[in-house]
């Protein structure tokens, strides 16, 4: 039994041995010595329940130091104490809890007293907000108080308040009063009021941290690897999270990720804040890899979902495991129509092997006037055919039955449809469409009920189409564009056939508003294409001969229905009157198309009446047909009968350059150079090693590159005016020909032709001198040029006699091929006197100067629009033994002088009509009038001067001998 002791006023205190009481040091060191003690008994309380007790119950541990405050009672003085304390909460607001405590107070003038205490529990807690909550407790228990070798024991009870802040999941500190009544016989030991505060540690979330967080996951799509990367923003999945941890919770990061086939984790969304027990929904996406085109199997593959968030300040991660269904590469739905986009790639290995084998055929093949797009697409189609392709029927997996449904399809990527050589309409359609885009021509999937086949931009836009085209209504008109319908499952009909059935499927279903056009460049933007890595196309390509008789074919076919209306018109023609010029025209028409057996049919049929240009086409048609020989004779056929006919003479040089006789073809090449300079230099190839220009390398190179032989005029059928000169003959040297000068003013500006011809009789001066007209080779008249000023001198020489007779003509002896002289080729005799000949020459670059200057001063060409250059051609000049009459007349015509490009020192000049220069003012007027007139009379002096060197010659000088 413990001794109290009362202290006596003024006297020191001792204890029941008669010692000095201790001092606070060492009361203090003596309550560390006990506590130390009751440590490990503590800690096997707290910890040892744990692994026993249900998994959602929590453990926490809390140290409670205090300061006890003894009331009632004047022996004991206060002291400090501390408490550890387990609690079990089975339930967030409800728990139980057991406590050991360990308490030093002192006795006045007496050594201190350890108290110590075991109690247990019950314990009720309040949230009021995610960091603070309220904690009330009731406590019972056994204590025991000991001083030295004396104790005392008894029952403990009390009760315990509290306020707490959570400072993390783990770890919360609290303030806290608690009134306790330690019982004993007959008077209480001690009450006394604790004030403490607090630190509680939550063992399971020390140890064992437990993510309150819950994710279900709904919606599932089936995922198809070619959309690989289109899950990058396309949700497969939703996933709802919820926070089931007792406060809310912030920075909620979702990711997902599917190992292999994900180089990490792909983030589908974050969330600011979400309260306790509030869910967010979360869009399933991912950044998938090539790697799942190599899945040729159905798999459920275990994926995971990772949460990450913020709960009191605390980072926390949580992986959750979820399975997706992942199927084949071939497999796909038909819930939108534009996903058969991601099928066809331009890059497909295939396709691309396959595409430039249809290139070079149509290339080789091209026809100038066909539209492009449509011989590229009829090109594909017909090789598919050559190829061996076949519409085969998916009876597992039909368009038809499952187009607008959730339904798997097998869709097959162009080099399987190509290695298999055969597939539905879908198939197909993605094949067709990958070969037209690897040649850079747009495509689009057309779909009516049931059905989808492909389409092509024709190039043109609607308004074109409407305007130009003969058939708009066989295309399909959508974005301003117009396009082409194929029924590609038509392989064994024909290119035509495919196009006209295609575009009757679109007219059926478009006026029941059921037809869709669906350009492959606008779902490629929501399904970007794909091509199976490592994917190599084993197959034989078709024969490019067979190829290419199925292409000409299919071509003739468009080129027909294109040319309808003309050859028409030309067949009409010639049921009212026969004529070989007409049939002549129709072969040009089928020929500029490539329709090679029909021109050669017009021809040889207008050629049998006697038509020279018909016979030099059906050389073409030898040459186009790479029959050099054949050619080159029939050519030859023509100069023999006609040596100046420019277009037999530039056949020949073509076939002698292609024989490699270029000795020959740059003798002809000259030939042709000096009487139609215009026309050989479309065929620069010939003179120059370096130049190209009208090189044919291949069928549609030659094609393009022929010149077709037609009169100068006006079509009489379909009114169409030929370009002068187009197939025209060179003059020849007849009676009263004798020179033609040519001036070209201006190689920066506006250009004037000068024009000085003869006429053969005097019958025909004054028809050649009308304004505005002016004498074709051929004969016929032909308008001048516009903005020209043409001068027109005729002169009459009447021949008695030719130095050397007759035989002078250029003609060659029958049987023999023409020689490489240029004169023997067609060219005039040579002239006796090249002498005079270069005087007369001189004499008209004189007149022709004089002109140039008339004409820079009326202001038909400003003063600095560039050189001006002056060229005398003498052509045919048969030399004269006498002259019976000389007449010269001159004549002026002046047709629309065009204003000269405006510049600060020259001002425009106003322009004239074709009714002379009236509407010019009176200053100008009159200047140009003089000039005119200036004009006139030198070219009258240089015809005088021409027949005074004439008579002087007859009048018996000495001749000048040639050098």
Known sequence: MLIRKRTVKGKPLTGASGEAPPSRG???????????????????????????????????????????????DSLLQSGFGAALVLDVMPAPYLGFFAQAEYVNVALENVDGVALTDGSVGATARARLSDRFSLRGDILAGVYSANRETESISGISAGVRLGGTYNVSPALRASLLAAFRHYAYTPRPFMNAVTIGASITVDLDELISPEYRIEAVTHDQAPVFPVFYSWYDENPFATVTVRNLEPNAITDVRTSFYLERYMAQPKLCATSRVVEKGDSVEIPLIAFFNEGMLELTERVSAPATLIVEYRSLGSRRRVEIPVEIPVYHRNAMNWQDDRRAAAFASSKDPGAMWFSKYVSNVVRDRYRAGVNRNVQYAAGVFEALNAFGINYVIDPTSAYAENTGSSSVDFLQYPYQTLMYRGGDCDDLSILYCSLLESLGIETAFVTVPGHIYAAFSSGMTEEEARRDYHAPGELIYSGGTAWVPVEITMTREGFSKAWRIGAKEWRDADSRGQAQLLPLREAWAEYPPVSVPGAVSRFTLPDEERTAIALDASLDVIVEREIRSQVRAYLASLEREERSDTRNRLGVLYGRYGMLAKAREQFARAARAGNRHALVNLANISFLEEDYREALGRYNAVLKANPRDNLATLGAARCYYELDEFNRSDTLYASLGERDSALSRNYAYLGSFFETKGRAW??????????????????PVLGRRTSAGYGDEAPAADDGEIVRLSARVGDKGLMSTLSLSAAPSGDEIAGGGESGTNTSRDGGEAPVERN?????????????????????GGKEPEGEDPPEDPVAMGGAPEPEDDYAMLAMADDLLVAAADVRAALAETGTVANDAGTVEAVATVEAIATVEAVATVEAVATVAVTDIAESAPNAETPATPRATDEGMDSLPEEPRAKANSN???????AIVAAAALFIRHLESRSGGKRRKKP
């Open 26 to 72: 060492k009361h203090a060191r003596h309550f560390a010595t006990r506590f130390s003690r009751l440590c490990p008994l503590v800690a096997a309380l707290c910890f040892g329940p744990v692994a026993s007790v249900p998994a959602d119950w929590v453990f926490e541990a809390s140290f409670i130091p205090g300061y006890y405050i003894p009331v009632g």
């Open 698 to 715: 291949s069928y549609s190179e030659r094609l393009a590159t022929t010149t077709w032989s037609l009169p100068s005029g006006e079509d």
């Open 788 to 808: 020209a000023v043409a001068v027109t001198v005729p002169a009459v020489i009447s021949a008695e006699d030719r130095r050397d007779g007759e035989g002078s």
């Open 932 to 938: 005119l007139l200036y004009a006139v009379i030198a």
